[in-house]
Every structure is written in C-alpha cells, then in structure tokens.
C-alpha cells in the first residue's frame, strides 16, 4: 500500500511509520512539526492538504493528527475546531480527489461515560468536552465519505510525553503521587494501535471500530501497575476522587471508557494484548534509555 500518515511527528504517527515499514508498505508522514523523510504541512489549509494528497497519490491516508490536549481544547474551542474538524474536512476533501480511504484515529471521549458496561461500536455518543465534540464531529465527516474509524483511549507508548514516562520520572524522585480511582478505562500502547491500524488501512472496510489494549483498570490501578512494572513502591501512588483534583480540571472526563472492541472481533482479528505486556516492554525500553 501506499500508506500516508497525519500527525507523523507524533507518537502514534512514529509507530505506524515503523510498523507500516515493517510490512513493506511505502509510507509518508506530514505533521505541522517536521518529519523525517516526511514534510510539514498545515491540515487546516485546504489547499496546501490537496497538494501533497494529490502529489503522493496514496492508496490510504491514516489520518492521526488532532489536538488531543483535552483541557485546553475546552479553553479554546475555536482551535479545537479546527485542528480537529476542519482539518479532517480538508483531509477528506484531498483523499476523495484520489480515490484515497481514510482511516481516522477518534477517541473514548465521543462517550459520556455513563454506561455501567463497556462501550460498543453502536452505543450512541454523547461527549461531554470540547474535545469529544470535536472528534465526533470529525467521525462524522469521516463515516459519511465511506471511511474508517478507529476510536482508541490512554494512549502511550516510550516515546513523547504520557502517563509512563511521567510516572516512572516522578518515582525516581520518591515523589508520592495522587490519581483517580473512579475513572475506568483502557490503557492502549501505540506500537499496538499502529499495527491494528495498519490492517484497517489494508482492509478498509468502513464503519466503526474500537481499538485498544485489553484490560479495564482506573488510573489509580494503572498507575500501581507501571510503579510494579519498574520495581518502585506500588505505595508511592494514593487513590482520589475525581471530585478531589485540585485544581479541577476544565474538561469533564468519562467515568466508564472502556472500549469493547466488537466490531474487530466480528472482522475475524484476534483481541489486542492484555495492556499489561506491551507495558512491561515500554517500562523496560525506556530503562534502557
């Protein structure tokens, strides 16, 4: 495939990268930040998105690019709109040009979080952010040209800023830490995602899909488990209420987030890895350095 991937100065981007390489697929990144072998380019100028669509020709597009800073997407809506819509508008507009599919990265956070069960691919949403809003509108455009969405959640990986690097820094320092125990999710890492992503893109089917790593767990437990993963003190982490954040957060989070991923079963995939796998392998890279 000729594969071409948004947001490929991103963690996820530099996965699907790699992944896609491995496979033998001829990728190329665009990122508003450089890229290597890749070109930066604004998503929200339609023009410049038609351009490099139209001169790379790929079969399709993985569009993993958005402004995923949910706090700050609720300060600053009109940002987010764009880098979360109006950039998917131009992306879709560029691949409809070519014939391209598009693979759309969304998120756990189109869901209210009010179910008492995991999240299907069917259940309605009903985001309660900025954020969410944003990325359910960007489905939309997606879904309504015949493409592929792939919602995901608590993505990390041993590159960029996330949960585990953060973690691991502030156990080195014997920091005591505080996170919440009633938020459930799933925690997905983005070597994982990048290769489920890549089939997505091979197959094409269009509609919805949940993919994550396997198994539920608040943050509070994830958090226990990455301090055991590395050998720290499963004490330096202390439960709290969402309603004890201090200062509160601007955005509201989902309480219930986990993502069953149905849909990826019925196309005949076998389930993602238990989370608790690819994080002992993250924890042990980013020991390496």
């Known amino acids: 495939m000729r594969l071409l991937v948004t947001g490929a100065a991103g963690q996820l981007g530099g996965h699907l990268l790699e992944v896609g390489g491995e496979l033998g697929h001829d990728l190329f990144g665009v990122d508003l930040l450089p890229v ?6 604004d998503l929200s100028d339609a023009g410049a998105v038609r351009g490099v669509v139209t001169e790379h020709r790929p079969d399709v597009v993985v ?28 992306v879709i507009d560029a691949a409809t040009r070519v014939g391209a599919h598009v693979v759309l990265v969304s998120t756990d956070y ?8 995991p999240y299907v691919e069917d259940d309605e949403p009903a985001p309660r952010s900025v954020y969410g809003r944003t990325k359910l509108e960007a489905e939309r455009i997606v879904l309504a040209a015949g493409g592929t969405v792939a919602r995901t959640s608590w993505l990390c990986s041993a590159r960029g800023r996330n949960v585990v690097r953060t973690v ?6 014997g920091t005591v ?35 994550t790593n396997s198994g539920p767990v608040t943050w509070y437990g994830f958090v226990k488990d990455i301090l055991l993963a ?60």
Do not use: Y
């Open 230 to 289: 590395a050998g720290h003190d499963p004490d330096l982490v202390r439960p709290i209420r969402t309603d004890e954040l201090d200062p509160p957060r601007p955005a509201p989070r989902p309480a219930n987030s986990v993502l069953e991923g149905r849909a990826w079963r019925q196309a005949g995939h076998a389930p993602a890895r238990d989370f608790h796998e690819p994080l002992a392998e993250v924890v042990a890279r980013l020991r390496r350095g």
């Open 168 to 173: 691991l820094d502030l156990a080195d320092d």
């Open 110 to 117: 189109v869901f209210d979080g009010t179910k008492a069960a």
């Open 36 to 41: 290597p072998g890749g070109t930066s380019v």
């Open 177 to 211: 830490m505080r996170f919440v125990d009633d938020q459930l999710g799933q925690p997905t890492f983005a070597a994982d995602l990048a290769g489920m992503l890549v089939v997505l893109a091979d197959e094409r089917p269009g509609g919805v899909f949940h993919t």
């Open 63 to 90: 569009h993993a690019a958005a402004w995923t800073a949910v706090d700050n997407c609720e300060l600053d809506p009109e940002r987010a709109r764009v880098a979360n819509v109006v950039a998917t508008e131009a």
